[in-house]
């Protein structure tokens, strides 16, 4: 398939980029584009309970390397 960009540099294709989604495009070492849909992924959340004084505190223990390896992996990932 053979795409042409407008004078605008946009691209349409409605077989290949659905309308109103997010892609992700780079310009690769030899000359070639990758675009990439970018899809939401789902993140486990925890709500936080209010204290009898007003503080907000976690349910759970959260350790800092589980949340750090959580933050390289999300990053690694991209």
Known sequence: MKLVADRNGRLACKDLFTPGKPFSAERMG????????????????????RTKSGFLMLPVKLDRRTVAAAIRADRDSR
């Open 30 to 49: 030899d000359g070639s584009i990758r675009l990439m849909e970018l899809v939401e992924k789902e993140v486990p959340t925890i709500q936080p309970v």
